[in-house]
């Protein structure tokens, strides 16, 4: 259905099928967020959940808690329930740490497994895009650097660059399956065989997919992955990231993180690092139950739907906003970053303008929320669990009547976070 008009808009929010989870979040009237693939909406369900955590669980119980309140476990059990949404099994997926400290493990738990083969010991290039969010090329370097073992890291420029970049030199291809800033979805299962038919292995950063498009690992034969639950997954800021690691690769992950959380038996306070069998060795130690236990709520609710739908209705929201931009701010120095395709676009969408930021920021005094990104990228979070037809049709209004009257302030300061 092409919505043509507000009220076309107002009619196909009554009739969407996600329309009642919106109910679920604290939104503050008035405001249409479109961030969320930065900082996910609070479900109300965490605030209820906080309240219990900090009076009964902590305030009450105690230490009786890391048992009677299931604290150990926690990573695990969240892991699980977030690994249909991924595309996991069972026991594959703990929600742990940060992305980037997953991103550590992950990347020397690969290396690791390639230098004890001698098929793969030669293989010495990590490739990665140089457009990834910048804290994924900062581990890679982190690493190869402590390393100190010839490994060299291969930026590459753009998506159409990887098939000629993989090669028999290629230890490790490591990607952001959705581009932070322009959203360019990759084709998880197509780079992941081009990887593995030269011997190389694939990780997958999921912080802008996990929660936003359907993401098939174990269909892809992908070999490890990490994400974040703070952005579509809305599991508050900072909360614990996650990471995979699928059954076949479990017995061989090794990182060189070897807390007592990742020991066989963490009790036994033996002298000596034995890492657990399952999933478990990706911890380190002692998590932030009180962040580790806001994640819950936000995952319940991807339980009243599925990715498809969530699919569908994205897909939806991102070809509105593209088409109203294009339509109504014609007459502006817009260019769309993200890709038109389907088949290659993620959740949100970014417009380059000269003075992108400024323009965020009257947009963001009008609670109209986006933000802004380097080089001049103005970047709009689509969330369906909570974004509305409406909200797209409202925010490009305000964002057309802010460029055609030029209400924005081209010497504004910038903030320490954009
Ligand atoms: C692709 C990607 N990876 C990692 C991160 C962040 O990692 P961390 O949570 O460790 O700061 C972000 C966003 O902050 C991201 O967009
Ligand atoms: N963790 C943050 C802390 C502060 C400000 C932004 C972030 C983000 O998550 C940025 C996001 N990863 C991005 O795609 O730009």
Redesign the pocket.
Known sequence: MRLTSRNACQTADQLDSLHDLRKEFRLADGMIYLDG???GAQPHAAMRKAQHVIENEWGNDLIKSWNTAGWFDLPSRLGNQLAPLIGADPNEVVVTDTTSINLFKAIAAALDIQARDPATAHKKTIITESSN?PTDIYMAEGITRWLDRGYHIQLIESPEDLATSINDDTALVMLTHVN?RSGYLHDMQYVTAQAHQHGAMCIWDL??SAGAVPVELNKANADFAVGCC??YLNGGPGAPAFIWVPHRHQAQFAHPLTGWWGHAAPFAMQTHFEATPGIRRALCGTQPIVSLAMIESGLDLFARTNMQTIRDKSLALTDLFIQRVEHVCASHQLELVTPRSHQHRGSHVSFKHEHAYAIIQALIARQVIGDY?EPGIMRFGFTPLYTSFTDVWDAVEHLSDILDKQLYDKNIQRNV?T
Do not use: Q
Request: proline fraction near 0%; charge should be positive.
């Open positions: 693939n930065s900082l969010f932070y912080a802008h703070y952005k990104r976070v």
